[in-house]
């Protein structure tokens, strides 16, 4: 289950991302999650994902 706080879910996000999974698409497949609905959470605190760096930024 990922975090509900923003700033808990980008740290979970980006931790997973570098330290488990090679894409986002890996990381929502995974975790059973919408992508579209993940990047939103995350774009509503600033971030985005990039994919040349596999993390949110």
Do not use: K, W
């Not at 740290?11 to 999974?21: A, E, G, I, K, P």
Request: overall charge negative; aromatic content about 8%.
């Amino acid at each position: 289950m990922l975090p509900r706080d923003p700033i808990m879910l980008l740290s979970y996000v980006n931790t997973q991302l570098r330290d488990r999974d090679a894409s986002l698409d890996a990381l929502c497949d995974r975790e059973e999650t919408d992508r579209d609905a993940l990047c939103a959470a995350l774009r509503e605190i600033g971030y985005e994902y990039d994919a040349a760096q596999n993390r949110f930024v």
